[in-house]
T-cell receptor, first 114, second 112 residues
Framework: EAGVAQSPRYKIIEKRQSVAFWCNPISGHATLYWYQQILGQGPKLLIQFQNNGVVDDSQLPKDRFSAERLKGVDSTLKIQPAKLEDSAVYLC????????????FGSGTRLTVV | GQQLNQSPQSMFIQEGEDVSMNCTSSSIFNTWLWYKQDPGEGPVLLIALYKAGELTSNGRLTAQFGITRKDSFLNISASIPSDVGIYFCAGQLGFGNEKLTFGTGTRLTIIP
């Protein structure tokens, strides 16, 4: 099966600019996650969707970050305006409903804010 | 928030050596998972543990779920060059679709 697709792979922007990332999960996977991985750290959950509803966004900095999952398939994560500390890899992951086997991550988008 | 501490932070070993790393938590998790991350890629699941005291193997990898549910270890036997990467433990309060709390990572390097 095809994996979790993310684009772009790399993005460099200036602080205060806006940026958007796209994720296409594995077909049929109901749950989609966005994680932020700062260099040298483990990934941290930003937001979790079940179909097109939000399950957990408690760690999402809502003053600048937003995410949507239209029609319960693809998802976009947006940052507006970006700060230097947003430099990180943004990982998307998906899992089938009720699966006990963890979930599948995409290759991520590496964001550098200068 | 919750944090998982991994040790060692980095390891430098020779090919063929055995490797051991562990992960501790200040709180209980009901599922422990071990992931490997290669440069430029997302984490890939190696082993999942669901019961306290459980010992599970996957080829040369062996992991155990601590009896207190606050720790886990991962062993790699007879290391090979493709074992190079960063290993993360992750805990879940439940299992399956719940969020993962990741550890700080152990970077494994094989010295020629």
């Amino acid at each position: 099966e095809a994996g979790v697709a993310q684009s772009p792979r790399y993005k460099i922007i200036e602080k205060r600019q806006s940026v958007a990332f796209w994720c296409n999960p594995i077909s049929g996977h109901a749950t989609l996650y966005w994680y932020q991985q700062i260099l040298g750290q483990g990934p941290k959950l930003l937001i979790q969707f079940q179909n097109n509803g939000v399950v957990d966004d408690s760690q999402l900095p809502k003053d600048r970050f937003s995410a949507e999952r239209l029609k319960g398939v693809d998802s976009t994560l947006k940052i507006q305006p970006a700060k230097l500390e947003d430099s990180a890899v943004y990982l998307c992951a998906s899992s089938p409903e009720g699966s006990p086997y963890g979930y599948t991550f995409g290759s991520g988008t590496r964001l550098t804010v200068v | 928030g919750q944090q998982l501490n991994q040790s060692p932070q980095s390891m430098f070993i020779q090919e063929g050596e055995d490797v051991s790393m562990n992960c501790t938590s200040s709180s209980i998790f009901n599922t422990w998972l071990w992931y490997k991350q290669d440069p430029g890629e997302g984490p890939v699941l190696l082993i999942a543990l669901y019961k306290a005291g459980e010992l599970t193997s996957n080829g040369r990898l062996t992991a155990q779920f601590g009896i207190t549910r606050k720790d886990s270890f991962l062993n790699i036997s007879a290391s090979i060059p493709s074992d190079v990467g960063i290993y993360f433990c992750a805990g879940q309060l439940g299992f399956g679709n719940e969020k993962l709390t990741f550890g700080t990572g152990t970077r494994l390097t094989i010295i020629p």
